[in-house]
Nanobody
Framework: QVQLAESGGGLVQPGGSLRLSCAASTASGRSFGDNILGWFRQAPGKEREWVAAISGSSLLKDYVASVKGRFTISRDNSKNTAFLQMNSLKPEDTAIYYC??????????????????WGQGTQVTVSS
């Protein structure tokens, strides 16, 4: 059984920053160092959308256009943890943010169907 636990969400003013974390764990202590990790978000009344992805080696990173230059994805394989640094936050970034682990290749990184394991999500609210 794989468990993903997001943390770091909260209420922040426009222009502020938050750092989300995603800790992956299994009873067997399996490493996810070879897996693509992704972040998705779902705003109220909208479909869940892909936000960012990072390859196992961290050499490949990609972002949805709306967050490029503001968000940074990273990972620490020694701790089975991924991060999403979010700067210059906007009200339209308000959503539940989910991390996910893929057992597929890099190509379908934007597709929800490429991800096998999902966290429960953490709420991010950007409001003055």
């Amino acid at each position: 059984q794989v468990q993903l636990a997001e943390s770091g969400g909260g209420l922040v003013q426009p222009g502020g920053s938050l750092r989300l974390s995603c800790a992956a764990s299994t009873a067997s202590g399996r490493s996810f160092g070879d897996n693509i990790l992704g972040w998705f978000r779902q705003a109220p009344g909208k479909e869940r959308e892909w936000v960012a992805a990072i390859s196992g080696s961290s050499l490949l990173k990609d972002y949805v256009a709306s967050v490029k230059g503001r968000f940074t994805i990273s990972r620490d394989n020694s701790k089975n943890t991924a991060f999403l640094q979010m700067n210059s936050l906007k009200p339209e970034d308000t959503a539940i943010y989910y991390c996910a682990v893929s057992e597929r290749s890099w190509i379908p990184r934007e597709s929800e169907t490429a991800y096998k394991y999902w966290g429960q999500g953490t709420q991010v609210t950007v409001s003055s």
